[in-house]
């Protein structure tokens, strides 16, 4: 059976770490052309090197999402290096973990909107084009934040579901252009500088101050054997892991008892340390 993603143009976003970098070595590992966008050069540049040993073509592109011609001049150069694009992946994403009374820094919201949503919004737009050209796929790494309400993340929750729903609307809108719009929902992910980087009460990333993962997050490894599962197929929505489907169907019968849940989980992890 042929490879699905062998000799696709596949640009990734906040590739230097975490998330982003696992699916660049994925993506190299299927053969896949790869563009890769991050703002910190030297690990963006240890990346690609790791995925050009893997035998495909990787283009760097040192930018922020926040920028818009930053996310302009990413389709730019995929283009150029690769002809095309197949597949956007809009990984580049921020958190927060401080209860919202507590907040005394409130342009963290500005933050995490311009990075989770705006950034998305940003490189999706000038590469829209070039993938209804080859029918090709847009992806949002986005978090089962995006459905559900989450104590100490108003934030992220926020902008997490302002995501949600522009892509919800992105996808009715080029149903007939042939672009699929699929949306990841994530559990907590093991692996990742995501926690470390989180946003404070202060405004200031977190560091080695909180919390680790529960026995239920979700590994690297199966977070990327999914999302190429999902691209492959042009799924429109991947829950990871597929349990917390449930999660979502009962928060929409059975509210109070959904967020029950979620309040158990997210003491839990206040009880963790990393």
Known sequence: MPEPHQGKSVVITGASAGLGAALARA?????????????REDELGQVAEDCRTRGVEVTTVIGDVTLVEDGRRLTECAVAAHG??????????????????????????????????????????????????????????????????????TGYVAAKHALQGFCD????????????????????????ELRRNAFGADGEPMGDRRRGHSSESVSLEQACAAILGGVA??????????????????????????????????????????
């Open 27 to 39: 993506f190299a590992d299927a053969g896949a052309g790869l563009t890769l966008l991050a703002r």
């Open 84 to 153: 095309g694009i197949d597949c956007l992946i809009a990984n580049a994403g921020m958190s927060m973990w401080a209860p919202f009374e507590e907040v005394t820094d409130l342009s963290l919201f500005r933050r995490l909107l311009e990075v989770n949503y705006l950034g998305a919004v940003h490189c999706v737009h000038p590469a829209l084009a070039f993938l209804q050209q080859r029918q090709g796929l847009f992806v949002a790494i986005s978090s089962i934040q995006g459905r559900l309400g989450v104590p100490n993340h």
């Open 169 to 192: 609307t992105l996808r009715m809108e080029q149903a007939s252009r042939g672009v699929q719009v699929l949306t990841v929902l994530l559990h907590w992910l093991r692996g990742t």
């Open 233 to 274: 197929k042009r799924e429109r929505e991947l829950v990871i892991p597929w349990k917390l489907r449930a999660l979502t169907k009962l928060h929409g019968l059975r509210p109070r008892a959904a967020e029950a849940i979620v309040r158990r989980a997210v003491n839990k992890q206040d009880e963790k340390r990393e």
